[in-house]
């Protein structure tokens, strides 16, 4: 593994622990990467502000919105956003089913919900900050620019009926949830990797991806070397070269102490 030169991570259930913390261990890892040149990019789901308390390095690049977003030191340098139309008549849509229980747009730095629930997060102490929710039963048009909807529907077909109106949108799921997330259908965070990399003149055999989930798969298959976490979904494992040790076990810095810092 002596070529790599980019090391991409999940967060969620990869990096972070189940508490949503990172060890000592794994943030002396991740420097140790930083100072030996290393290019070191988390790619995400959530959006770039609920990353800031994990970004070790200040010059960290962040894949966020499932690749819709990418920062560099916290200075966003693409955005790709969902049209406006499909926005306006799409929040229409959801609103109006009853199998849909809640929605949550991405715009400017709030995360705007009907869901009350998530909307309580702003007044409870928590280690997992960033996400600035703001409560919204959009009644009314939203008027900012989105690059994600995040939706839970009770019978995922009818949220598959109505994206099928929708060609230029895409939907991934999340394991063991009711929750969905859209973006626009050229998103991905492979697309996202793939851009990085060429700005750095570096290739994609050149990159190590680690994941757990359904929207790593495609970045661990296409990437140089994809490594699931051994409490990854069956489908991450499938596309996986290697497999290691849990995230609540530090797998993904033990795995990296090993094959990229020793090897």
């Given at each position: 593994?002596?070529?790599?030169?980019?090391?991409?991570?999940?967060?969620?259930?990869?990096?972070?622990?189940?508490?949503?913390?990172?060890?000592?261990?794994?943030?002396?890892?991740?420097?140790?990467?930083?100072?030996?040149g290393f290019l070191i990019v988390f790619a995400t789901a959530?959006?770039?502000?609920?990353?800031?308390?994990?970004?070790?390095?200040?010059?960290?690049?962040?894949?966020?919105?499932?690749?819709?977003?990418?920062?560099?030191?916290?200075?966003?340098?693409?955005?790709?956003?969902?049209?406006?139309?499909?926005?306006?008549?799409?929040?229409?849509?959801?609103?109006?089913?009853?199998?849909?229980?809640?929605?949550?747009?991405?715009?400017?730095?709030?995360?705007?919900?009907?869901?009350?629930?998530?909307?309580?997060?702003?007044?409870?102490?928590?280690?997992?900050?960033?996400?600035?929710?703001?409560?919204?039963?959009?009644?009314?048009?939203?008027?900012?620019q989105t690059c994600k909807f995040s939706v839970e529907c009770?019978?995922?077909?009818?949220?598959?009926?109505?994206?099928?109106?929708?060609?230029?949108?895409?939907?991934?799921?999340?394991?063991?949830?009711?929750?969905?997330?859209?973006?626009?259908?050229?998103?991905?965070?492979?697309?996202?990797?793939?851009?990085?990399?060429?700005?750095?003149?570096?290739?994609?055999?050149?990159?190590?991806?680690?994941?757990?989930?359904?929207?790593?798969?495609?970045?661990?298959?296409?990437?140089?070397?994809?490594?699931?976490?051994?409490?990854?979904?069956?489908?991450?494992?499938?596309?996986?070269?290697?497999?290691?040790?849990?995230?609540?076990?530090?797998?993904?810095?033990?795995?990296?102490?090993?094959?990229?810092?020793?090897?």
């Amino acid at each position: 593994m002596k070529n790599i030169k980019m090391i991409v991570t999940d967060l969620d259930k990869t990096l972070l622990r189940k508490d949503k913390t990172i060890s000592d261990y794994t943030k002396a890892i991740l420097n140790k990467c930083h100072e030996s040149g290393f290019l070191i990019v988390f790619a995400t789901a959530r959006p770039e502000r609920a990353t800031r308390q994990w970004q070790i390095c200040p010059s960290c690049y962040v894949i966020a919105n499932n690749g819709a977003t990418i920062t560099h030191g916290g200075v966003e340098i693409q955005n790709i956003m969902i049209p406006e139309a499909d926005k306006h008549s799409i929040i229409k849509r959801f609103v109006s089913e009853k199998s849909i229980t809640g929605i949550c747009v991405e715009m400017g730095d709030f995360l705007y919900s009907n869901d009350t629930d998530f909307s309580a997060w702003a007044t409870i102490p928590t280690a997992d900050t960033g996400w600035n929710p703001v409560y919204n039963d959009f009644t009314t048009p939203v008027t900012e620019q989105t690059c994600k909807f995040s939706v839970e529907c009770s019978d995922r077909e009818i949220l598959i009926d109505i994206l099928h109106d929708y060609p230029e949108l895409q939907i991934f799921p999340n394991n063991g949830e009711h929750w969905y997330q859209i973006t626009h259908e050229t998103v991905s965070k492979f697309n996202a990797i793939v851009y990085l990399a060429e700005l750095n003149n570096i290739s994609p055999q050149d990159i190590i991806a680690f994941g757990d989930d359904y929207n790593d798969i495609e970045m661990l298959e296409k990437c140089g070397i994809g490594v699931a976490v051994e409490n990854a979904i069956a489908d991450v494992k499938k596309a996986a070269n290697y497999i290691c040790d849990l995230n609540d076990s530090d797998g993904v810095a033990k795995f990296i102490e090993k094959y990229l810092l020793r090897g």
